[in-house]
């Protein structure tokens, strides 16, 4: 999760270049994919009985986010006209890795191995 949540926060620092854009985002998917698989294989382990209404209603809180965050993104780029976008898409990448920390320091507290 850090590594995703690095490369999301190094979009800003790159300006107009969409080559070091589309990088940042690979790497940052990349980063994301090596940690998917040991995401879905932990619910079982952590509750062997209740593993599919876990794993639903943990699916449920996720998947809201594939529906607010364009809300959120459309809301900042409201806001922003003119040479003012480019910082509110900057805004967007910085929630993006926070939320990205986030999720990697909670489990970094809370998860055991």
């Known amino acids: 999760m850090f590594g995703s949540a690095i490369s999301l926060l190094l979009i800003p620092t790159v300006g107009c270049n969409s080559s070091a854009v589309i990088a940042l985002m690979l790497l940052s998917m990349l ?35 594939g529906f607010v965050c364009p809300l959120i993104v459309g809301l900042l780029l409201d806001h922003g006209e003119g040479s003012g976008a ?13 939320v990205y920390a ?12």
């Open 31 to 65: 980063s994301y994919g090596a940690v998917t698989g040991g995401e879905y294989g932990i619910i079982p382990e952590y509750a062997l009985n209740y593993s599919g209404t876990i794993f639903g209603v943990a699916n449920t809180l996720a998947s809201t986010l």
């Open 102 to 113: 986030f999720g990697g320091l909670v489990f970094e507290v809370l998860g055991t191995a």
């Open 86 to 98: 480019r910082h509110q898409w900057n805004i967007m990448w910085y929630m993006a890795g926070a």
